[in-house]
Structures are given as C-alpha cells and as structure tokens.
C-alpha cells in the first residue's frame, strides 16, 4: 500500500486487532492483496521507526502463509521495539483468530 486513500478506507472500513506491541488493521475480502506498515515518530527517531517496521515485516512474513487474500495495515506501538517477537507471534496468531483472516486449513 502506498496510497493515503488506501490507507484512510482501511482504517475506516476495516476490522482491528490492538495489542501491546501493534494494531492490526485487516480487510480480508479485497480483491487485490496488499499490506502496509506504520511506524509514527511517537516511536522516536528514524533509526527506531526503521526498526520497528522491520520487526512488524517479519511478523508478518512468518504468518503470511496462513492468510486469506486481502488488505492489512500493521501499526507500531512503542512497546514493538523491546517485546519479545515470540509474545508478538502468539498476540498476531491470537488476532488472525478473533478476526477470522487466516486460512482454516493451517494451525495459527
């Protein structure tokens, strides 16, 4: 995503998901799949921003498998700098379950 519109309907229209560490912000019936990720400068400096994102990236990555085709938006919170990423794995498998987007097929 790359687009402030598409970002904007997201936030508007979509399911959400907040955790400790990030918001999950997913619309799993789109035609085209896209994700986005957002890191505000509340996180601090660009360094920080750079590495939250990067973190938000793998989580991610590691359960895209297990995902319906759709739109995701994944926000950073400040506590996403210093959380253990395996509390965050099981805070966005617990997310993929209350918000029904992942694949029926696989474990989350």
């Known amino acids: 995503m ?3 519109a598409d970002f904007n309907r997201l936030y508007r ?4 998901w907040h955790d400790s560490a990030f918001v999950l912000f997913a619309a799993p019936k789109s035609r085209h799949p896209k994700v986005g990720f957002v890191a505000s400068k509340k996180l ?3 360094v920080k921003r750079a590495r ?3 973190r938000l990236r793998a989580l991610f990555l590691k359960v895209a498998p297990r995902l319906k085709e759709g739109e995701f938006i994944l926000v950073a919170k400040p506590p996403v700098l210093e959380a253990p990423f395996s509390d965050m794995l099981k805070a966005m498998e617990r997310a993929l379950r209350r918000l029904d987007i992942g694949e029926r097929g696989g474990e989350c």
């Open 13 to 16: 229209s979509g399911k959400r």
């Open 2 to 4: 790359k687009r402030s």
């Open 52 to 54: 939250a994102k990067r």
């Open 44 to 46: 601090g400096n660009a």
